[in-house]
């Protein structure tokens, strides 16, 4: 039986969906416990999950899982809230900021899948000993307001001595998703890009990779795995067995070489050739994108309400217990 995945692309502001059969498997579903999966955007920042995904690790654990593009942390809170999908995938932030707003229905993290960002800062000219220093006087095209990738950039920019109020320009007008186009059109003298969009400007000679912010941030919990507290009660067998296949799916990545882990999450990225995508996965693996473990340390969870802190986006710091559970990433490790 063909299982299907629900992705929906975001490209020059026009959004379309399609649902595209991307493994054959010999499998019956109907035999299987069905949970819809919701991911904040659909990335190679995210390989492990799909080679997990494609090589069937799900199902050998049970699970018949549908994946679902939501474009947002916002809306991934939502398909849980809704409950239109059992498990997310996003930033921890966000069920801190539903925590500090009194959710009934506390949203946990149980399995921590990126140790550190995923994008990277953009010039227009190759700069081999860059300084982020240079950015000083400098417009550089970054993210909205309060999401992650800005605050992480605003987080390195003040470790390293520039105010990102006054010592540069940021430019937050324009849509996540447009700003490599904006970039080549001539905006800006920098820009911070995830992937696809940092090797696409390589490739078209339009811009180069400077610095990571991965890198200069240090480790930092990006994105995890969280659902209601309230299904993790009722479910917690299916936790446990979702949170096996992608401990999995982090194990093959990391003891394959970037061009097998590509060749395996090749279906789901039709719109990009083998070698781009090849070239993306050693990217990340080489900077040490993705944990070993699943499980959700308490010294990341730290720094990441020391970047919300810093931000101005915390309104008070949440305990560590109150919203990472750990019990089935160490069972899965």
Not at 2 to 16: A, D, E, I, M, Q
Not at 68 to 97: H, N, P, Q, R, W
Not at 156 to 178: C, E, H, R, V, Y
Not at 277 to 303: A, C, G
Request: net charge negative; proline share 3%; with cysteine.
């Amino acid at each position: 039986m063909k299982k299907r995945l629900s992705v929906f692309f975001l490209t020059t502001g026009l959004l379309f969906s399609s649902l595209t059969p991307v493994s054959t498997l010999a499998a019956d579903t109907s035999e299987l416990e069905s949970v819809t999966l919701s991911e904040v955007a659909h990335s190679i920042f995210y390989a492990p999950q799909y080679v997990a995904y494609e090589q069937g690790y799900f199902i050998d654990e049970g699970l018949d899982v549908t994946i679902t593009t939501a474009f947002g942390a916002d809306k991934v809170m939502a398909a849980l809230l809704s409950d239109s999908a059992e498990i997310g995938l996003m930033g921890c932030e966000s069920t801190i900021y539903a925590y500090n707003e009194g959710a009934a229905d506390t949203i946990l993290n149980f399995a921590q899948l990126t140790q550190r960002a995923g994008n990277f800062l953009i010039a227009r000219e190759p700069i081999s000993d860059f300084k982020w220093s240079d950015l000083k006087d400098h417009t550089v095209l970054g993210g909205r307001k309060g999401g992650m990738p800005e605050m992480v950039f605003e987080y390195i920019l003040k470790n390293n001595g520039l105010d990102p109020a006054t010592d540069l320009t940021i430019d937050q007008s324009i849509d996540f998703g447009s700003t490599g186009a904006a970039f080549t059109s001539g905006l800006g003298d920098f820009t911070v890009e995830f992937e696809p969009s940092a090797t696409a400007l390589e490739k078209e000679g339009a811009g180069y990779v400077v610095a990571s912010l991965g890198v200069d941030s240090g480790y930092v919990p990006y994105t995890s795995y969280c659902c209601k507290s309230s299904y993790l009660d009722a479910h917690s067998d299916v936790v446990q067995k979702f949170t096996n296949a992608l401990q999995k799916g982090v194990d093959y990545v990391l003891t394959h070489t970037p061009e097998e882990t590509a060749s395996v999450i090749a279906p789901q990225f039709a719109e990009s050739d083998l070698d781009t995508i090849t070239k993306i996965v050693d990217r990340y693996h080489s900077q040490d994108t993705w944990k070993p473990s699943l499980i959700f340390d308490q010294d990341h969870f730290t720094t990441l309400q020391d970047i919300l802190e810093s931000a101005g986006e915390l309104t008070e710091r949440v305990p560590y217990e109150e919203l990472i559970v750990t019990d089935y990433a160490d069972q899965a490790s």
